[in-house]
């Protein structure tokens, strides 16, 4: 269970909207979500646009309801800004232990109900079921796969926009 997204890129052409292949997946990141429109922000990340001013659209688009979009000239000017930010989360000891402690760790927890340590402990040799961990984020670096993709089309069709919807 969780959220996922449905998006689409369109171009501006002839005064309309058309819609237009993009090598974006539709991954399922939190991280993303919550750049795009506050979705699943669990550690208070600033979206591009604050929720109140999130376009809200009526477009169905192929039978589908996609009611946000977001214009490339707002994801790139949120993007040209750095967005550093340090994360908590609970990581299984063990897996803790092979952690370099500095690139985005590949598996952990939001919550936990078992013995926790903080980092420091952990290095000291303190055992637990988990470990508190914390590491420096660049949200950048992290959705460049995204932003990378806006600036490609944008490069290739000019003015476009991201459109998209979450199903939780």
Not at 107 to 135: K, N
Request: charged share 30%.
């Amino acid at each position: 269970m969780g959220t996922d997204i449905k998006s689409i890129f369109q171009k501006y052409e002839d005064n309309q909207w058309v819609t237009i292949e993009s090598d974006f997946d539709n991954n399922h990141d939190y991280t993303l979500f919550a750049v795009l429109a506050n979705e699943r922000n669990y550690d208070d990340i600033v979206p591009v646009l604050s929720p109140e001013y999130l376009y809200e659209g009526e477009s169905e688009i192929d039978g589908q309801w996609y009611p946000y979009y977001l214009t490339d000239d707002e994801l790139l000017t949120w993007y040209a800004q750095p967005h550093i930010h340090y994360p908590v989360r609970y990581m299984d000891y063990n897996d803790y232990l092979k952690w370099d402690k500095t690139t985005d760790p590949d598996s952990y927890a939001r919550i936990t109900f078992v013995s926790v340590i903080s980092m420091e402990q952990a290095d000291r040799g303190e055992i637990a079921e988990r470990v508190e961990i914390s590491w420096k984020q660049d949200i950048n670096a992290s959705l460049s796969y995204f932003f990378e993709e806006v600036i490609r089309l944008k490069k290739l069709h000019g003015k476009i926009r991201f459109v998209f919807r979450f199903d939780c």
